[in-house]
């Protein structure tokens, strides 16, 4: 099995910075894809980062130019640091990651954290 921990988060200030990390650990042969969704009461799960394996990070629009992903292929980590941070980045974040688990497979599973709040006061 594979487990995804994040851990980061918690109560920031608007205009603060939080920095979130989730390592990957278990049967991992490869890892391709990591990222960062973000689901807050009310809306959608929302999309807002993800790291192709050797790519650049990819960002939603609302978080462009505020939000940094980056991922540590030694470690199975992906973070996300989150600068100027506003209400509406309240929610809970989850990290996934896209494993392949033998050198067997040609496929790949999509593991999710257990997801971490980030709460945003004004």
């Known amino acids: 099995q594979v487990q995804l921990v994040e851990s980061g988060g918690g109560l920031v200030q608007a205009g603060g910075s939080a920095r979130l990390s989730c390592t990957a650990s278990?049967?991992?042969?490869?890892?391709?894809?990591m990222g960062w969704y973000r689901h807050a009461p009310g809306k959608q799960r929302e999309l807002v980062a993800t790291?192709?394996?050797?790519?650049?990070?990819i960002y939603a629009d609302s978080v462009k130019g505020r939000f940094a992903a980056s991922r540590d292929n030694a470690k199975n980590t992906v973070y996300l640091q989150m600068n100027s941070l506003k209400p509406e980045d309240t929610a809970v974040y989850y990290c996934?990651?896209?494993?392949?688990?033998?050198?067997?497979?040609?496929?790949?599973?999509?593991?999710w954290g257990q997801g971490t709040q980030v709460t945003v006061s004004s």
């Open positions: 996934n990651a896209d494993v392949t688990r033998s050198p067997l497979e040609n496929w790949a599973f999509r593991y």
């Open positions: 278990g049967s991992i042969f490869s890892i391709n894809t």
């Open positions: 790291i192709p394996s050797g790519g650049m990070p």
